[in-house]
């Protein structure tokens, strides 16, 4: 027995300290969830500085540096320029960016010699990040926002089908009129049909100061009036996220752009269909057969699906089973790690928008693969993982995969997050074959954040 605690003793000397993280960024809701599950790996800290500007001049931050092994920076805004000039050798410094950051000046202002990994929620705006702020390719990480799938019950109250929901309905981007026109159009067929509208009313944010806010969401008023709807729209402001979706039988993604959407996801964990307009990026993180190209195909699908539990029920298995796996907390702890624990060099530059399309683009306006394939050294094109693995086991030193139009759009996140390492680059051909939606994007984006992004 003595003999035995001795052993426990040697073991708990020898047993790793867990790295110091220091978390630090604004609007902390999209990584504050992910704290408990990285706990078991990592002594973590977080500094939120939303409202606290200041705190990034304090002792206190400087005595978390002394402390941090890595940094983990949350938006690419005014706090990731300090920490890009005040990282040690020693330390690690991961920013993960979002979509605002394209179209502001933020990033130009990094060090990003000093930056180990930008991580982006989509393949798509990792690309834009790149190219606006010149990041080297080997130090451009995928990893999509964390689900936490088992806080979400699969409850549902009767009558659930007919009921429709927008997380998030302000700023006007994220399209209420569009959610309205919806439920008008079913109410045409069933007068029992409900959108709830969940979060903030715009009245009590910022947003009401703007004009043009106040102008659309009177004209979304206005619409509602016209149309009867007063009683079939039902403003729930913030609901606890298990029972969230528990009367909710479909989850509209109607925005003008996103960079994830976290809620159709959110529906998913909780056995809750989603519909997605398609806005640029979606067909990154969605299945095809949830995207539609406008409102009246949106409404077909809910009128098909509502009343038919074999489709409904098949689609909402299928979209859990997609959530859990892609997004799900295992998911993203096993691959938070891995990026933490990668090195990177900054041996690739950033692709060149308009270099490329001079360069690769033929008179008709297409991709020309032959001189695609010979402008890059030790390149290749993979029609599916399996030609990905042989290509990589087949071949030693740096090589660059692009990935054909043959693999599914969905898995181009994964793929990348899977395989890119400092030796392997990999680039979508159906991105690179599309560069017109990374220039409407921008627009759009910028007239969302009143910005002034520009690709290079």
């Not at 909402?316 to 990026?339: D, P």
Request: charged share 25%.
């Amino acid at each position: 027995m003595k003999s035995n605690k001795i052993i426990s003793k040697i073991k708990n000397v020898f047993k790793a300290k867990k790295p110091h993280l220091l978390i630090a960024g604004v609007d902390m809701k999209f990584i504050t969830p992910a704290v408990k599950y990285l706990s078991e790996f990592y002594e973590i800290e977080v500094v939120d500085f939303t409202g606290n500007k200041e705190f990034i001049k304090s002792k206190e931050l400087k005595e978390l540096m002394k402390w941090a092994d890595i940094v983990f920076c949350e938006w690419m805004l005014f706090h990731t320029e300090w920490f890009s000039n005040n990282v040690t050798k020693n330390q690690k410094l991961f920013i993960r960016a979002h979509k605002y950051e394209l179209t502001v000046d933020f990033g130009f202002k990094i060090n990003f010699d000093n930056v180990d990994g930008v991580i982006c929620v989509n393949y798509f705006h990792m690309e834009l990040f790149s190219n606006i702020f010149k990041i080297p390719r080997e130090k451009m990480f995928y990893l999509g926002n964390l689900v936490e799938t088992s806080q979400y019950s699969s409850r549902k109250d009767e009558g659930y089908r007919n009921n429709l929901a927008i997380v998030g309905y302000m700023p006007n981007y994220k399209g209420l009129m569009r959610g309205l026109e919806i439920l008008n159009c079913l109410k045409k067929h069933d007068d029992n049909f409900k959108l709830y509208l969940m979060g903030k009313s715009y009245k009590d944010t910022h947003w009401a100061r703007h004009e043009e806010q106040i102008e659309y969401f009177n004209g979304c008023e206005e619409f509602i009036e016209k149309n009867n709807l007063a009683d079939s729209v039902i403003n729930r402001g913030w609901v606890e996220r298990s029972e969230m979706f528990s009367n909710i039988g479909y989850v509209l993604s109607v925005s003008d752009l996103e960079s994830f959407h976290l809620s159709p996801t959110e529906g998913f964990a909780a056995s809750t269909n989603a519909l997605i307009l398609n806005w640029h990026s979606s067909e990154y993180i969605y299945p095809e057969e949830i995207i539609f190209k406008n409102t009246d195909e949106m409404a077909k699908f809910i009128l098909d699906t509502y009343k038919d539990d074999d489709k409904y029920n098949e689609l909402v298995a299928s979209l859990k089973s997609q959530c859990i796996e892609n997004y799900g907390e295992e998911r993203f702890v096993r691959e938070f790690n891995r990026i933490m624990n990668s090195k990177t060099s900054s041996d690739t530059p950033a692709v060149n928008f308009k270099d490329f399309k001079s360069k690769y683009y033929n008179k008709n306006g297409n991709l020309d693969k032959d001189k695609l394939l010979e402008g890059f050294k030790n390149s290749f094109i993979a029609q599916s993982e399996d030609e990905i693995k042989d290509i990589i086991s087949k071949n030693n030193g740096k090589i660059t995969i692009f990935l054909s139009q043959d693999i599914e759009n969905m898995q181009i996140n994964n793929i990348y997050q899977k395989y890119r390492s400092d030796n392997v680059l990999i680039y979508s051909l159906h991105f690179y074959e599309n560069l017109n939606e990374a220039y409407e994007f921008i627009e759009i984006a910028n007239v969302a954040h009143r910005g002034h992004g520009k690709l290079n």
